[in-house]
C-alpha cells in the first residue's frame, strides 16, 4: 500500500498501526458504510469533521461514525461563539484531503483538533488513512498525543 501523509506522520512518530483497505463506493463515502465493509464496530470509526470557528478559524473534530457533532459544545469547548462546517469545496483546500479520505492526521496545517471522548473506551480506534478506501486503526491516547488534541465530549446519537 502506497503511504499516505497519515501514516508518514505516524511513523516519523515511530507509532504503531494498522491498516486496512476496503472497496470504495463514490455514492457512500460514509463511516457507517466503511463499518460494513471493514467488518469494523461502527462505535470505532471515527469520521473526521473540519469546522470553522467565528474566532478560532478552522478547527477538527473526531467523532464515532454514528453519531452527531454537538456543534454548541464544540463551540463552547473551543473558545468560539459558534463554529459551523466548512463547505465541502474547501475541504482539498484547507485540509490536502478529499471527502471521504480525510484523515485528522497529516493535513496542510495543524489545526485545533477534539476528539470525542469515548474513543477511550477502546483500545484502539480507526480514523481515515488519507485516501478513499483506506482507515488507519491505532490507540486513541496516540491519536491525541500526536493531534495535541483535547479529548472531549462533543457529539450525541
Not at 498501526?17 to 471515527?46: H, M, Q, W
Not at 498525543?145 to 472531549?152: F, G, I, K
Amino acid at each position: 500500500m502506497k503511504k499516505t501523509n497519515a501514516m508518514r506522520l505516524l511513523d516519523s512518530k515511530k507509532y504503531k498501526y494498522k491498516t486496512a483497505e476496503y472497496p470504495v463506493d463514490e455514492n457512500d463515502l460514509s463511516a457507517v458504510s466503511a463499518a460494513a465493509k471493514t467488518g469494523e464496530d461502527i462505535r470505532r470509526i471515527f469520521k473526521t469533521l473540519v469546522l470553522l470557528g467565528d474566532k478560532s478559524g478552522y478547527l477538527v473534530a473526531c467523532i464515532p461514525g454514528e453519531r452527531e457533532l454537538d456543534l454548541k459544545t464544540l463551540a463552547k469547548t473551543s473558545k468560539n461563539k459558534k463554529v459551523e462546517m466548512i463547505p465541502m469545496k474547501d475541504l482539498e483546500k484547507i485540509t490536502g484531503y478529499i471527502r471521504g479520505g480525510c484523515s485528522p492526521l497529516g493535513m496542510k496545517k495543524k489545526y485545533p483538533t477534539y476528539i470525542d471522548e469515548s474513543a477511550m473506551k477502546f483500545s484502539s480506534i480507526l480514523i481515515s488513512g488519507g485516501r478513499r478506501g483506506v482507515q488507519i486503526e491505532l490507540e486513541p491516547e496516540k491519536l491525541a498525543e500526536v493531534l495535541d488534541a483535547e479529548v472531549t465530549s462533543i457529539s450525541f446519537i
